[in-house]
């Protein structure tokens, strides 16, 4: 069966500082991955996604970017984290080229102080 | 994309049947419509899809009408465990670089 993992699953960050948040499905491959951010009370932004390594589409200008290294594996990273950086980031993968169900990772609550 | 509309919150008691409609005037001849669910500090759930007419499956039913600018959502009998955010989505499956858009969904409150 198929698995997504996501770490950490929380994290407070000072303003300035790096993040790097890592995202793995396992059970499946040739996924397409999803990067979504949600603010407390808010719905899901779709920040990234990829269909295939090394293939990034941003959705939102913003001062973060994601990689695709391995088919399976998903990064979000900032060079410097801002105040409005906080929030909920989930990570989803979908069966490419089929149906519409996109299964969700646990989430990374991040907190930038 | 289709843009979707919903209801911002709705409220229910126990045992009640709840219909949750999302209207998608722009939605395209390939789009499906898909519904999520989402409890506090966890990711989406799917719940239903479907492309016309009804769909039910053991967690709830899709009513899509022949035009297919809307859809209803349908909760029986509703549970205080029910209490989340429902997300309306419309999108096509068949290509790779489809991307599904979240708005920001109903919350529905069971109340005992």
């Known amino acids: 069966s198929q698995t997504i993992h996501q770490w950490p699953a929380t994290l407070v960050q000072p303003v300035g500082s790096p993040l790097s948040l890592e995202c793995t499905v396992e059970?499946?491959?040739?996924?397409?991955l999803y990067w979504y951010r949600q603010a407390a009370g808010r719905g899901l932004q779709l920040l990234f996604y990829s269909v295939g390594i090394g293939q990034i589409s941003s959705e939102v200008p913003q001062n973060l970017s994601a990689s695709r290294p391995q088919d399976r594996q998903f990064i979000l990273s900032s060079k410097k984290l801002l105040l409005s950086d906080s929030g909920f980031y989930l990570c989803?993968?979908?069966?490419?080229?089929?149906?519409?169900?996109?299964?969700f990772g646990p989430g990374t609550r991040l907190t930038v102080l | 994309l289709a843009k979707t509309t919903q209801p911002i919150s709705m409220d229910s008691y126990e045992g009640q049947e709840v219909n949750i409609t999302c209207s998608h005037n722009n939605i395209a001849t390939n789009d499906y419509i898909t519904w999520y669910q989402q409890f506090p500090s966890q990711g989406p759930r799917f719940i239903i899809q479907?492309?016309?007419t009804k769909v039910t499956n053991e967690v709830a039913s899709l009513f899509i009408p022949a035009d297919r600018k809307s859809s209803t959502l349908s909760l029986p009998r509703v549970s205080l465990s029910d209490t989340a955010v429902y997300y309306c989505l419309v999108g096509a499956g068949t290509y790779n670089t489809d991307k599904l858009i979240f708005g920001t969904g109903t919350r529905l409150q069971v109340f005992p």
């Open positions: 479907g492309y016309k």
């Open positions: 059970g499946t491959s040739n996924p397409n």
């Open positions: 989803a993968w979908t069966n490419s080229g089929s149906s519409n169900e996109q299964f």
